[in-house]
């Protein structure tokens, strides 16, 4: 009587056994970490392009990426590999999270200010100076509307970010296939 069985099991088991293996990890991983710099820098750009510093800085309008001013924002978007398949991208500025999603601050008053041109100038707390006999804010709530940069750029590279995944799988595969 006659054995049946499947020709060359030996070497696709071999071969799953290579496709879900540490060369993968480290190709995917790595594909990974470079699609979250892709969406990272697409954030900063979000943020720097086109904004003024300084004195003639002004906030971009709701809905629209914060316009950079001090760069503290922008240089603090950083992507971050968390375990072998998981990459983060994130800002660890301390306003990163109101600028994306919006919110209120509640702010306890007590800055002092002075007015020019009808506008408040707002003074320093620290140091020294005349700040001590100026007027003080009241407590007060202020309301930051959305100004999201990091979800656009994930979702303007996100294609990209597929695209260098797929890549390294079809590496991996390509060469379990030649080691066969």
């Given at each position: 009587m006659a054995r049946s069985g499947?020709?060359?099991?030996?070497?696709?088991?071999?071969?799953?056994?290579k496709l879900r293996g540490p060369e993968m990890t480290r190709e995917v991983?790595?594909?990974?970490?470079?699609?979250?710099?892709?969406?990272?820098r697409e954030?900063?750009?979000?943020?720097?392009?086109?904004?003024?510093?300084?004195?003639?800085?002004?906030?971009?309008?709701?809905?629209?990426p914060p316009n950079n001013d001090t760069g503290h924002l922008a240089g603090n978007i950083e992507t971050v590999q968390k375990a072998p398949l998981v990459v983060e991208v994130s800002s660890n500025a301390e306003y990163a999270a109101i600028h994306e999603f919006g919110g209120t601050?509640?702010?306890?008053?007590?800055?002092?200010y002075f007015m020019r041109d009808g506008?408040?100038?707002?003074?320093?707390?620290?140091?020294?100076?005349?700040?001590?006999?100026?007027?003080?804010?009241k407590p007060h709530d202020i309301k930051v509307p959305a100004r999201p940069y990091m979800a656009p750029a994930r979702d303007a590279k996100l294609k990209e970010a597929q695209k260098?995944?797929?890549?390294?799988?079809?590496?991996?595969?390509?060469?379990?296939?030649?080691?066969?």
């Open positions: 499947i020709i060359g099991v030996k070497a696709h088991v071999a071969r799953l056994k991983g790595s594909a990974l970490f470079a699609a979250g710099e892709i969406i990272q954030a900063q750009i979000s943020i720097t392009a086109g904004a003024v510093s300084g004195a003639k800085h002004r906030p971009s309008a709701p809905g629209k601050i509640n702010h306890s008053g007590g800055t002092p506008k408040p100038v707002f003074v320093s707390n620290s140091g020294q100076g005349a700040h001590h006999a100026l007027p003080k804010t260098l995944v797929q890549r390294a799988v079809n590496r991996v595969v390509k060469r379990s296939k030649s080691t066969e």
